[in-house]
């Protein structure tokens, strides 16, 4: 076969400079419907709801087949503040929107504000998590206390991880805000970290019900 | 090599002897599907291979500008959509006799496997299982030609496969599940009961036996037992 | 080109400053050079799941004898270089973690996906490079990490590539400690890396397209490369989350999989085989992708039924959630379960059967060029036929009861991966070669390579259908032990003797690789006259993939031999000049 292209390649020169990854030129793109950072992590909320499939899959399939739920001998678990804690979450979620709302706005002191109450509640459903734990360790619920035990510490430790990551997150969006570096124009930052905690608190409701009754 | 073992090793194209009463189903069916992959291996192939002859580059020649056909497209996807899905129905029922219903058992037995070995309990002179004159014997299986044998099948350790290759039966032994399997054998003789499932580095190796035999031999062969195990 | 690069200046990548030794071949972010350390690490990968096949293939024809040349090998792994049976058990368990997980896998997605996915829809880098080379080296600690488990007392996992519990839970029942962890370990990590791989890819797919590139002009290499990038995204994590509760079993006291707490053995498989079954396809969709490119361009043809392809691909994709049951007919598993699972299994032989058919539409009526990467293509076609054929036997539920666990599997195995996957591959290599390394591939050596690789290959795989026809059980160290298998013996040592042959014939391509590399001859822009965009830019392409401004593309990927064009094929950017002469 010959060696190079007979037809002359044509092309059309560079209209709009849009930036993508690492700041090549794209040329002649449109702009896409969802910025490419909205999208990542969207797709990566896809694999992460299959994680949790999977867990809470494995979770049910013991809960189901178990002659007694939650076995016996075995401490209850605090569902008081579970409650509690659980609109705590849900409330970090709201102040998140507010957030949100706040850096379209260009509102910078308030975004952040606002990212430091998220911030602060997340951290607060972590800590009362750890302090439950605690107490059901010491009233002998353990990793190894059958799937019951089991189940409980992977599932919920795994969201806990989740929020802790989340919360980690947050607390560099939060930085950025006090730096000066964020703004109605970088708002991008704000947004798709929200997207994350959303999934975050929206994954708890659905285990508090699951794993507390 | 042996001109013996040369035959005996032609011979072993084909399946080995079925001696079970599904056998010939499993059979019937692995020939069906041999017959229907072979035609469509050789239409396919042969197709292939006509038009690499016939389509070679060649000096002047050029392609045709062919994008597609959707008709002939409709037909081969329902063509071969029907042959499977009919495959499928086909071999329902023969599962079904084999692994779901299946007849009414006339001997019973527990067999448990461990790491490496298959323990086969016999009802003692009660007929029940269960009791305490039963006979627990290693890697021998004994069981009357012509009844319909139904056993528990359970393991000890990990996950083990009861395999007899002549009666063409496969089951899993599964840790904590009791699995309830039946097989009427039809020919008196002895046939190896390989496990087929990796169980640690004893795997290759565990083997037992199982011993068809005539209803007069298989009794006098349990009274022995039992008489040896008390 | 360098017209169009005077008339926007700067506007290529050329004007930034070239980055050293380190960012450009190391911690690179361009996904091509990403795409090459991809396939590199494949291929040494390869050879070390290359040479453990061939040590199990001496095993199982000389069982129990001592190894040529490998006295040197240690107690407990070897005695005087014969092979123990836990050294076999962890020797099938590796080759298979390998290849699957470390070959066909950084090749076909890794290596292929991020060197082509930006040039073919014509963008510039993929949408996250420093992603894009994260992914890459998370992929290479999970290889270190498999291959460090090589050197841990207990050697490495035993359990098999499956590791089914409650055998690959506790570590006494196969006697391997850390082996086993590590190489949960090891998948996880890899878990993580295809994790960030799959978000580039679909990330990079949906909006970095360039002007003109709708979806439906995607090459069919594309589709598939986002439809696995789909699949890889939602069957890791099932694996992760089985491989966690695993770790979990083997370290921290929990009965996940052991009945005695509680546990549920049969999980371990479910969770496995949801993941496991939309692997197999991850494996092929790709292989099938390349199929369609080489056999589209050397056939001078367009593909046969394009929009029928990709939406086989579609449905391969989607049946590939509902069979995974067909891995556990026999495992006490309620046996209705197994009847669903069989149908859902036979179906989805269409949407193959539906691909098989179009790729002998592409060549009917072509003007067929039989360089060594038609060959290849070709192959792939035939072999994938056989293991697509064999895989209905072990679909049918009752004759699967006789061959499940038997060599019929590993003939399957082998047909679909080896035959499919690896011959893709190899056709793959030699088409993008020119582009890749800016040299053509030899052809003579690569047409050597693909007639030895394809005879021994068939004659080591073939003969496992009759061993698996008379009950050879898989994963057996040694047949002799059996009675009813000694006479089968001859046949194992002929399918030995082929192995070797085929593992001595990959050294033809090794050898190819590294002479064309260095000394092949240099290749054009578009050596194959094909339509794609990666062939509108030079071989290699520069850093930013097109000197000026992007392609603009104005139809699809496989007018070869169109009415319209002067020549038999019309790139994609080029506007089809009947069309062009109407605009005026
Ligand atoms: C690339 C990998 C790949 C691919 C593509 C496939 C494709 C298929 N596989 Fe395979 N499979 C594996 C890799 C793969 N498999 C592996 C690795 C295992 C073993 C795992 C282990 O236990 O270690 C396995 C195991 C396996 C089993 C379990 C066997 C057992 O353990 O008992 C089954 C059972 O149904 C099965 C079925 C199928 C089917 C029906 C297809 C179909 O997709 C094939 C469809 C294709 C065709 C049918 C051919 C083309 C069609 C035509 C020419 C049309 C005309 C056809 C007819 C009318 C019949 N496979
Ligand atoms: C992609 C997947 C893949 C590939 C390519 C292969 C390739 C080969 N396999 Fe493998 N195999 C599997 C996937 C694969 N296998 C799987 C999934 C199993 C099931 C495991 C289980 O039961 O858990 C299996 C099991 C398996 C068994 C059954 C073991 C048992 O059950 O006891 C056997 C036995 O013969 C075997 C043999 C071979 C041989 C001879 C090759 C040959 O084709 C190998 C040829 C050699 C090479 C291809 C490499 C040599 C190359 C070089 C030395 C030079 C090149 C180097 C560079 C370029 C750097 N394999
Ligand atoms: Cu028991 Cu294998
Ligand atoms: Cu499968």
């Known amino acids: ?213 | 090599m042996e001109i013996a073992s040369l035959s005996e090793l032609i011979r072993r194209f084909w399946l080995p002897q079925g001696i079970s009463t599904y056998s010939p189903r499993i059979d019937f069916l692995f020939t069906l599907i041999l017959c229907i992959t072979a035609l469509v291996w050789v239409l396919v192939t042969v197709t292939m291979i006509v038009f690499m002859i016939r389509y070679r580059a060649r000096p002047g020649r050029t392609a045709a500008y062919i994008e597609g056909n959707p008709r002939l497209e409709v037909l081969w996807t329902s063509i071969t959509a029907v042959i499977l899905i009919a495959l499928a129905l086909l071999s329902r029922s023969t599962w079904a006799d084999i692994k779901e219903q299946g007849p009414p058992g006339e001997v019973f037995y527990k067999v448990t496997a461990k790491q490496f070995n298959w323990e086969i309990t016999y009802p003692g002179p009660d007929g029940k299982l269960g009791t305490s004159d039963d006979v627990t014997v290693e890697n021998e299986f004994h069981v009357p030609v012509n009844k319909v044998v139904r056993f528990e099948l359970t393991s000890k350790d990990v996950i083990h496969s009861f395999f007899v290759p002549w009666l063409r039966l496969k089951q899993d032994a599964v840790p904590g599940r009791h699995i309830h399997v039946w097989f009427e054998a039809t020919k008196e003789g002895e046939y190896e009961i390989p496990c087929a499932e990796l169980c640690g580095f004893g795997h290759s190796g565990m083997d037992g036996t199982l011993y068809v035999q005539s209803e007069a031999d298989y009794q006098r062969w349990l009274k022995k037992k039992y008489a040896e195990s008390r | 080109m360098s017209t169009a690069r005077a008339e926007v200046p700067g506007a290529g990548s050329t004007g930034r400053p070239q980055p050293g030794f380190v960012r450009r071949c190391i911690f690179s972010t361009d996904h091509k050079t990403i795409g090459k350390q991809f396939l590199f690490m494949a291929l040494f990968m390869m050879a070390i799941g290359g040479a453990m096949a061939m040590l199990m293939r001496w095993e199982l024809a000389f069982p129990e004898t001592p190894v040529p040349l490998m006295s040197w090998v240690p107690e407990p792994y070897m005695y005087g270089g014969a092979i123990p049976p836990n050294t076999y058990n962890s020797m099938f368990t590796m080759h298979a973690t390998i290849m699957i997980f470390f070959v066909i896998m950084p090749i076909l997605v890794g290596c292929f996906g991020n060197f082509l996915i930006p040039l073919m829809i014509g963008a510039r880098d993929m949408a996250f490079p420093v992603l894009n080379m994260l992914s890459f080296w998370v992929g290479a600690i999970a290889a270190v990490i498999l291959l460090a488990s090589f050197f841990v007392t207990g050697g490495p996992a035993a359990a098999g590539w499956t590791s089914y519990a409650p055998l690959s839970a506790v570590p006494i029942y196969t006697g391997v400690d850390w082996g086993q962890n590590l190489w949960c370990i090891s998948l996880i990590v890899l878990g993580i890396s295809s994790l960030m791989g799959s978000i580039n890819y679909i990330t990079t797919i949906i909006n970095m397209r360039t002007r003109g590139m709708t979806f439906f002009r995607l090459p069919l290499i594309i589709w598939a490369l986002f439809i696995t990038a789909i699949l890889l995204l939602f069957a890791l994590p099932v694996l992760s989350t089985a491989l966690v509760l695993l770790l979990f079993d083997r370290l921290a006291g929990t009965h996940f999989f052991l009945p005695q707490g509680g546990g549920e053995p049969l999980l371990w498989q479910h969770l496995f085989w949801f993941f496991g079954h939309p692997e197999v396809y991850i494996m092929i969709l790709p292989a099938m992708g390349i199929a369609s490119e080489v056999i589209s361009t050397f056939s001078r043809k367009p593909i046969f039924g394009y929009h029928a392809m990709a939406y086989a691909m579609g449905a391969i994709a989607f049946l590939s959630w509902i069979v995974w049951g067909h891995h556990m007919f026999q495992s006490g598993m309620n046996p209705a379960l197994g009847s669903g699972f069989m149908i859902t299994t036979m179906i989805i032989g269409v949407p193959s059967a539906i691909k098989v058919f179009n790729w002998l539409g592409t060549i009917y009526k072509g003007n067929i060029h039989y360089t060594a990467a038609m060959m290849n293509a070709l192959a792939f076609v035939a072999m994938f036929i056989i293991g697509g054929l064999s895989g209905i036997f072990m679909a049918c539920t009752p004759v699967d009861m006789y061959i499940h666990d038997t060599y019929f599997i590993v003939a399957h195995i082998h047909y679909v991966l080896f035959g499919g996957s690896l011959f893709a591959f190899f056709a793959g290599l030699i088409y993008w070669f020119p582009k890749m390394f800016g040299r053509m591939m030899n052809e003579t050596l690569a047409k050597v390579h693909f007639w030895i690789t394809l005879v021994a290959f068939n004659c080591t795989f073939f003969p496992m259908h009759i061993l698996g026809m008379n009950g050879h059980m898989r994963r057996i160290y040694n047949p002799l032990q059996y009675d009813f298998l000694k006479p089968l013996q001859p046949i194992n040592i002929f399918i030995s003797i082929s192995a070797f042959v085929l593992g001595a014939a990959q050294f033809i391509l090794l050898a190819n690789i590294i002479w064309s590399m260095a000394k092949g001859k240099r290749a054009g822009a578009n050596p194959w006259r094909a339509n794609s965009l990666e062939w509108t830019t030079s071989s290699p392409p520069v850093h930013g993939n097109w000197d000026g401004p992007l392609p603009v593309v104005h139809h699809g990927p496989y007018e070869y031999s169109s009415p319209f064009g002067e020549e038999d094929y019309l790139p994609q950017n080029v506007e089809t000049p009947a069309k062009a002469a109407v605009a005026g």
């Open chain 1, 1 to 213: 076969m010959a060696s190079s292209t007979a037809i002359p390649i044509r092309l059309v020169p560079a209209s709009r400079g849009r930036q993508f990854g690492e700041g090549l030129p794209s040329g002649d793109l449109e702009a896409p419907i969802i910025s490419n950072g909205r999208l990542a992590v969207l797709i990566l909320l896809a694999g992460e709801t299959m994680l949790f499939a999977g867990f809470i899959g494995a979770f049910l399939v013991y809960k189901l087949s178990a002659p007694f739920w939650p076995p016996p001998g075995l401490p209850r678990l605090p569902i008081e503040i579970t409650w509690a804690n659980t609109f705590v979450l849900l409330a970090s979620g709201v102040t998140m929107n507010l957030a949100v709302r706040a850096v379209r706005r260009n509102r910078i002191a308030r975004l952040r504000l606002l990212l430091g109450i998220t911030a602060l509640l997340g951290a607060i459903f972590l800590a009362v998590q750890g302090s439950e734990w605690i107490g059901l360790i010491a009233h002998g619920l353990r990793l190894s206390s059958g799937t019951y035990g089991a189940t409980f510490y992977t599932l919920i430790g795994l969201h806990g991880f989740h929020v802790l990551c989340a919360v980690v997150w947050l607390m560099a969006v939060f930085a950025a805000a006090l730096l000066g570096r964020l703004s109605a124009f970088r708002r991008s930052a704000v947004e798709i970290c929200a997207i994350y905690w959303y999934f975050v608190c929206a994954v708890w409701p659905v285990l508090f019900y699951l794993v507390y009754f």
